[in-house]
């Protein structure tokens, strides 16, 4: 199962997490698009989770394609014939991929083979084809598996927690997961302005907009983009914006090239009492004890 690379370095990377269950991640930060081949049998079910962009699949030699959209999953299982992965990433695209043997699934699963469609007895033997939004709880796991920067030897042991907690979230179907809590968000408009929204105070994180300014840059009401961004991302704007600073602050506190102070500025923080805290508050430890359990 060796990959076929025609992609530029560093935008591929591969995981072994377990026995028989690989992570492929893909980041493409380049200006041009990639592509990405890779040989994979039939004993593997895939989950392809697109991040952001819009990737292209293609099957039989290129004369079937098949879409990801952002945000959304993938999940591609044939017990008949292989499938192998051939990707086409756009610039500023990402994707997580998880390969996992059928046999591994059936083993979680045992005991409730019929909670899962395609492991019942009388499908085991077809094709099975699935796309479906990926949900807050999802996003934040796999950006964590994306932005992973910890010590080497730790690696394979978080990538598998993320991994088993990834697979329990996607199959778990939660009852508060009903749009129709929220009915504005059946219009595909204003879930892209609620993405824009979230795109806007990631990409300005140090000197966000207020709500107000939000709104009116993605123009929705305030209400509606309070009401929706929870909806979408399960916690109100700014929540969001705290928990995604402190793991980009964590990220650059285990990469050792920046101070407490330069971390601080980066994410936000004028002061370094106020950074301090912060960190603190979301993690339990100071940002100066954070590195010290890093080379301890």
């Known amino acids: 199962?060796?990959?076929?690379?025609?992609?530029?370095?560093?935008?591929?990377?591969?995981?072994?997490?377990?026995?028989?269950?690989?992570?492929?991640?893909?980041?493409?930060?380049?200006?041009?698009?990639?592509?990405?081949?890779r040989e994979i049998s039939t004993q593997f079910i895939q989950f392809h989770f697109c991040g952001k962009g819009l990737v292209q699949f293609e099957f039989n030699q290129g004369n079937y394609q098949l879409p990801l959209q952002e945000d959304h999953s993938l999940l591609l299982?044939?017990?008949?014939?292989?499938?192998?992965?051939?990707?086409?990433?756009?610039?500023?695209?990402?994707?997580?991929?998880?390969?996992?043997p059928i046999k591994n699934l059936h083993q979680l699963f045992s005991k409730e083979a019929n909670y899962i469609p395609f492991l019942s007895e009388e499908n085991k033997s077809h094709k099975y084809y699935k796309d479906e939004l990926i949900s807050p709880s999802m996003s934040i796991v796999l950006s964590q598996l994306l932005q992973f920067n910890l010590h080497p030897v730790v690696k394979p042991l978080y990538f598998k927690a993320k991994v088993y907690e990834l697979l329990s979230l996607y199959f778990n179907v939660p009852?508060?997961?009903?749009?129709?809590?929220?009915?504005?968000?059946?219009?595909?408009?204003?879930?892209?302005?609620?993405?824009k929204a979230k795109d806007?105070?990631?990409?300005?994180?140090?000197?966000?907009?207020?709500?107000?300014?939000?709104?009116?840059?993605?123009?929705?009401?305030?209400?509606?983009?309070?009401?929706?961004?929870?909806q979408v991302y399960g916690d109100p704007v700014f929540s969001f914006l705290f928990d995604y600073k402190m793991e980009v602050a964590r990220q650059l506190l285990a990469g050792g090239s920046l101070n407490v102070n330069e971390v601080g500025l980066r994410v936000g923080y004028s002061t370094a009492s106020h950074f301090i805290a912060a960190f603190k508050k979301k993690y339990g430890v100071t940002p100066k004890k954070f590195v010290m359990s890093l080379s301890s």
């Open 77 to 100: 299982y044939n017990p008949k014939m292989d499938l192998p992965l051939s990707l086409s990433l756009p610039p500023k695209s990402w994707v997580i991929s998880i390969l996992l």
């Open 1 to 37: 199962m060796e990959p076929k690379k025609s992609i530029a370095q560093g935008i591929y990377e591969e995981v072994v997490v377990d026995e028989g269950i690989f992570v492929l991640k893909f980041l493409n930060d380049t200006t041009e698009n990639q592509i990405f081949k």
């Open 175 to 195: 009852q508060d997961m009903d749009v129709e809590q929220c009915p504005y968000l059946n219009d595909e408009e204003n879930i892209q302005k609620i993405k």
């Open 200 to 230: 806007i105070i990631i990409e300005r994180m140090a000197e966000p907009p207020t709500l107000q300014e939000l709104a009116q840059e993605i123009n929705l009401p305030i209400n509606k983009l309070k009401e929706g961004f929870k």
